[in-house]
């Protein structure tokens, strides 16, 4: 019953910025935790930064220091700030919206966004 739509991937160069940006839409629903998972080529997809309902925020220690995600419970929007982009960092963005259904979390994942940084 929630849907997310994703944006924000482009190529950008090495040093580079990007913001991405998940929208969830729907019925009424109670927000749990929202992240961002990334999937380079051959690899397998891993977490790159969530944010809970308290405001804790997790990262990957490839990315610490350089994003921040971010949340607009009134937009249902979960953000992901990137700077200083790598080359490394170039992968398949997945959003990730935990739903909160009575004592139970659904879990939602978007289609994804590319990121691809340039050498």
């Known amino acids: 019953q929630v849907q997310l739509v994703e944006s924000g991937g482009g190529l950008v160069q090495t040093g580079g910025s990007l913001r991405l940006s998940c929208a969830a839409f729907?019925?009424?629903?109670?927000?749990?935790?929202m992240a961002w998972y990334r999937q380079a080529p051959g690899q397998e997809r891993d977490l790159v930064a969530v944010?809970?309902?308290?405001?804790?925020?997790d990262y990957a220690d490839s990315v610490k220091g350089r994003f921040t995600i971010s949340r607009d419970n009134a937009k249902n929007t979960v953000y992901l700030q990137m700077n200083s982009l790598k080359p490394e960092d170039t992968a398949v963005y997945f959003c990730n919206v935990a739903v909160q259904v009575g004592s139970r979390a659904m879990d939602y994942w978007g289609k994804g966004t590319l990121v691809t940084v340039s050498s």
């Open positions: 944010i809970t309902t308290s405001g804790g925020e």
């Open positions: 729907g019925s009424i629903f109670s927000l749990n935790y």
